[in-house]
């Protein structure tokens, strides 16, 4: 019956449909709490070993009981207290009796709120670097192995001079190497809020060591240490500045914008039939049209990646509104806009690794493309190798605009080929250097330093960047859905 229940109330499709297990359980009930009581366990080390009356029994009991929670009375303590911390700091001291008189000593309800959100934070950050360096490992071997293979470049969605397919993965990888960059950063500018007391002048810790000041920030430094943070905040309000939300969040936010970027562009190339996402032996494109290949990764990629730009908000506006040294109406917004980011952004990386891992090219679709084009692009060419023949460049150009024109004509008006260069080859003006012709238009001769740029981008910037992940660069991602 309790199972049947789930399915009678909403469930987050983040968690209950896409996100990892490692990363849905680091915003998970228990992880929260558990750290909770991690963080009252240095807090009463810390006071022990500074001198305040703490006794190993005490600490012990609480170290025995940490992951010890009876969620059920928490639930019934909050209901009747309508404060979450206090609820939990009951429970604990339910089980542990010796240990409940220095529960929670000196500290206000954020110093276990804010230090938990911020391990959350930068326990987030350490679950999508690695996946994101996959990312960018998995499309820097594709751009390498198609470093030279000639496509349309496009400019304003309309065919432009030649690229490669490899230097146009160069592109995405660029904005993912800046994210790259940029989740680093914030991830390691993160700091502890440590032990600052309800107003941040951690008055309440100067009172219990007696005016003390040496053994207060010995304490903070302590505590921020036994957190795994090497460095703590040196000014706070109530909470940590909300502008450390905006700096997290601002980077995940450009991160979907990048994938969004990258989905959008394979959907358009997977519509010309050049690239394809991998796609099921029995997978099903469409209910109606058994025929469809749809590139349904890339969008659920883009579709969430707009969820995460619009989350951004959230951190920007609670960081505006928060009134002198606090007010509580970040909580419940923080509450959603915290965890759901890092969520998402893990659900869209998870996603496009996949996708990156099996991208199919049609080289034979692409070099169709190309021809159908390249006629027109190559007509700067006929004419300097018409005035290296002897021929007036004046004279040359207006030939080929009536040749070019009259080939648009065929290929727009009429749905026919491109027949630009036949029209050039029966034309007798043209004589001299119809020979060259086929060289003139070899695809290759279009694409410039294309695959110099790709060898010297990836070599120089990619692969020094993706080293501190080479351990973990064998994960592969099935998704379930």
């Given at each position: 019956?309790?199972?049947?229940?789930?399915?009678?109330?909403?469930?987050?499709?983040?968690?209950?449909?896409?996100?990892?297990?490692?990363?849905?359980?680091?915003?998970?009930?228990?992880?929260?709490?558990?750290?909770?009581?991690?963080?009252?366990?240095?807090?009463?080390?810390?006071?022990?070993?500074?001198?305040?009356?703490?006794?190993?029994?005490?600490?012990?009991?609480?170290?025995?009981?940490?992951?010890?929670?009876?969620?059920?009375?928490?639930?019934?303590?909050?209901?009747?207290?309508?404060?979450?911390?206090?609820?939990?700091?009951?429970?604990?001291?339910?089980?542990?009796?010796?240990?409940?008189?220095?529960?929670?000593?000196?500290?206000?309800?954020?110093?276990?709120?804010?230090?938990?959100?911020?391990?959350?934070?930068?326990?987030?950050?350490?679950?999508?670097?690695?996946?994101?360096?996959?990312?960018?490992?998995?499309?820097?071997?594709?751009?390498?192995?198609?470093?030279?293979?000639?496509?349309?470049?496009?400019?304003?969605?309309?065919?432009?001079?030649?690229?490669?397919?490899?230097?146009?993965?160069?592109?995405?990888?660029?904005?993912?190497?800046?994210?790259?960059?940029?989740?680093?950063?914030?991830?390691?500018?993160?700091?502890?809020?440590?032990?600052?007391?309800?107003?941040?002048?951690?008055?309440?810790?100067?009172?219990?060591?007696?005016?003390?000041?040496?053994?207060?920030?010995?304490?903070?430094?302590?505590?921020?240490?036994?957190?795994?943070?090497?460095?703590?905040?040196?000014?706070?309000?109530?909470?940590?500045?909300?502008?450390?939300?905006?700096?997290?969040?601002?980077?995940?936010?450009?991160?979907?914008?990048?994938?969004?970027?990258?989905?959008?562009?394979?959907?358009?190339?997977?519509?010309?039939?050049?690239?394809?996402?991998?796609?099921?032996?029995?997978?099903?494109?469409?209910?109606?049209?058994?025929?469809?290949?749809?590139?349904?990764?890339?969008?659920?990629?883009?579709?969430?990646?707009?969820?995460?730009?619009?989350?951004?908000?959230?951190?920007?506006?609670?960081?505006?509104?928060?009134?002198?040294?606090?007010?509580?109406?970040?909580?419940?917004?923080?509450?959603?806009?915290?965890?759901?980011?890092?969520?998402?952004?893990?659900?869209?990386?998870?996603?496009?690794?996949?996708?990156?891992?099996?991208?199919?090219v049609y080289p034979k679709v692409i070099e169709r493309h190309i021809?159908?084009?390249?006629?027109?692009?190559?007509?700067?060419?006929?004419?300097?190798?018409?005035?290296?023949?002897?021929?007036?460049?004046?004279?040359?150009?207006?030939?080929?605009?009536?040749?070019?024109?009259?080939?648009?004509?065929?290929?727009?008006?009429?749905?026919?080929?491109?027949?630009?260069?036949?029209?050039?080859?029966?034309?007798?003006?043209?004589?001299?250097?119809?020979?060259?012709?086929?060289?003139?238009?070899?695809?290759?001769?279009?694409?410039?330093?294309?695959?110099?740029?790709?060898?010297?981008?990836?070599?120089?910037?990619?692969?020094?960047?993706?080293?501190?992940?080479?351990?973990?660069?064998?994960?592969?991602?099935?998704?379930?859905?």
């Open positions: 019956m309790a199972a049947a229940d789930e399915f009678m109330k909403y469930r987050s499709p983040l968690v209950s449909r896409y996100a990892s297990k490692e990363m849905a359980y680091n915003f998970s009930d228990r992880k929260k709490f558990t750290t909770w009581r991690k963080l009252w366990i240095y807090l009463a080390k810390a006071e022990k070993a500074l001198g305040l009356p703490i006794t190993d029994v005490q600490v012990q009991e609480m170290e025995s009981h940490a992951e010890n929670i009876d969620f059920a009375m928490a639930a019934e303590e909050e209901r009747k207290l309508r404060h979450d911390v206090m609820a939990h700091v009951h429970t604990f001291a339910h089980c542990c009796p010796n240990a409940a008189p220095i529960i929670h000593l000196g500290a206000t309800s954020c110093y276990v709120g804010d230090n938990t959100d911020l391990i959350m934070l930068r326990d987030g950050f350490d679950i999508l670097l690695p996946k994101l360096a996959r990312v960018i490992d998995r499309l820097a071997n594709f751009a390498e192995k198609y470093a030279d293979l000639p496509t349309l470049g496009f400019t304003h969605y309309q065919p432009a001079q030649l690229t490669t397919v490899g230097k146009r993965t160069c592109l995405w990888l660029q904005d993912l190497a800046m994210d790259m960059r940029n989740l680093q950063r914030a991830r390691d500018d993160l700091r502890f809020r440590g032990v600052k007391g309800t107003t941040g002048t951690q008055a309440s810790f100067l009172q219990l060591f007696q005016g003390d000041h040496d053994k207060v920030e010995e304490l903070d430094r302590m505590v921020t240490e036994m957190a795994g943070f090497k460095k703590a905040y040196l000014v706070t309000g109530q909470t940590y500045s909300r502008k450390v939300d905006i700096d997290s969040l601002s980077t995940l936010a450009s991160l979907g914008a990048t994938v969004h970027k990258i989905c959008t562009d394979i959907r358009l190339l997977a519509n010309l039939k050049e690239i394809e996402e991998p796609f099921e032996k029995e997978q099903i494109g469409s209910s109606a049209m058994p025929y469809k290949r749809n590139p349904m990764r890339a969008e659920r990629c883009c579709s969430l990646a707009r969820h995460l730009l619009a989350l951004m908000s959230d951190p920007l506006q609670t960081a505006s509104v928060q009134w002198l040294e606090r007010t509580l109406d970040d909580s419940a917004n923080r509450r959603i806009s915290l965890p759901e980011s890092f969520l998402t952004a893990d659900i869209i990386l998870s996603t496009l690794q996949n996708i990156t891992e099996g991208l199919v021809r159908h084009e390249l006629p027109f692009m190559a007509t700067e060419n006929i004419i300097m190798a018409m005035v290296k023949a002897g021929g007036n460049r004046q004279d040359c150009h207006e030939k080929i605009r009536v040749l070019s024109q009259e080939a648009a004509a065929v290929v727009k008006q009429e749905g026919g080929d491109n027949d630009l260069l036949a029209r050039v080859k029966a034309d007798a003006y043209f004589a001299p250097i119809l020979g060259q012709l086929d060289a003139l238009l070899e695809p290759k001769t279009f694409i410039g330093r294309a695959p110099q740029q790709v060898a010297r981008f990836l070599s120089e910037e990619v692969r020094p960047l993706l080293e501190p992940y080479k351990a973990k660069m064998d994960v592969k991602i099935e998704l379930e859905l």
